[in-house]
Nanobody, 126 residues
Framework: QVQVAESGGGLVQAGGSLRLACAVSGRTFSNYIMGWFRQAPGKEREFVAAISLTGGSPRYADFLKGRFTISRDNAKNTVYLQMNGLKPEDTAVYYC???????????????????WGQGTQVTVSS
């Protein structure tokens, strides 16, 4: 059984930074494409970033404009999301997800991911 657990959320002022972490246990972490999604109140869940098995080919949502960086440490079974220049509109629950498909290019659609964490709340105050 694969378990996914996010951490690092919290309250931050606009312009600030947070780093989210996502630990995966139960199977070989390096076998999973990893992605981050978010869901704001009253909105649908949306893609944020994804990273391939080896850490290359990161993909980002267009709206980020370079503010976020996804990375992974396969030795620690952890994927990270460094968020800089946070805006109030970044307020959401952030979810980490794992895709076991070995696809070369990480997916951006939530149905491509099989395993999900419970989410971590990020709140950006103005």
């Amino acid at each position: 059984q694969v378990q996914v657990a996010e951490s690092g959320g919290g309250l931050v002022q606009a312009g600030g930074s947070l780093r989210l972490a996502c630990a995966v246990s139960g199977r070989t972490f390096s076998n999973y494409i990893m992605g981050w999604f978010r869901q704001a109140p009253g909105k649908e869940r949306e893609f944020v970033a994804a990273i391939s098995l080896t850490g290359g080919s990161p993909r980002y949502a267009d709206f980020l404009k370079g503010r976020f960086t996804i990375s992974r440490d396969n030795a620690k079974n952890t994927v990270y999301l460094q968020m800089n220049g946070l805006k109030p509109e970044d307020t959401a629950v952030y979810y980490c997800a794992a895709d076991p498909s070995w696809t070369v290019v990480p997916g951006t659609r939530d149905f491509e991911y099989d395993y999900w964490g419970q989410g971590t709340q990020v709140t950006v105050s103005s």
